[in-house]
């Protein structure tokens, strides 16, 4: 009953930006966390970045520094601003987010996942 589709993804050079964006409808009562993970091929899905309701944010090691996870201005979406994007960032990236449709339980949904290449 939910569903999240990713947006933005691309082929970029070394150094270069992208800006991801995720956007939740569906039945909704409340999202809690919102991230983005990444796998790349013959890798495992790994988190890059979450936002909490509340706006805290965590972000892998990797990507300290260059990425930004925010809640967008649009009730319900996401955004991964992503600076000095290096060819190791090359993978598939989902959106993920925490959300209560029925009775108290939250659930986790994914998206489809939007591709992003960094190569010269």
């Known amino acids: 009953q939910v569903q999240l589709v990713e947006s933005g993804g691309g082929l970029v050079q070394p150094g270069g930006s992208l800006r991801l964006s995720c956007a939740a409808s569906g039945r909704i009562r409340s999202i809690d966390t919102m991230g983005w993970y990444r796998q790349a091929p013959g890798k495992q899905r790994e988190l890059v970045a979450a936002?909490?309701?509340?706006?805290?944010?965590n972000y892998a090691d990797s990507v300290k520094g260059r990425f930004t996870i925010s809640r967008g201005n649009a009730k319900n979406t996401v955004i991964l601003q992503m600076n000095s994007l290096k060819p190791e960032d090359t993978a598939a990236y989902y959106c993920q987010m925490s959300v209560l449709a029925y009775g108290t339980v939250y659930e986790i949904s994914w998206g489809q996942g939007t591709q992003v290449t960094v190569s010269s």
């Open positions: 936002i909490t309701s509340g706006g805290r944010t």
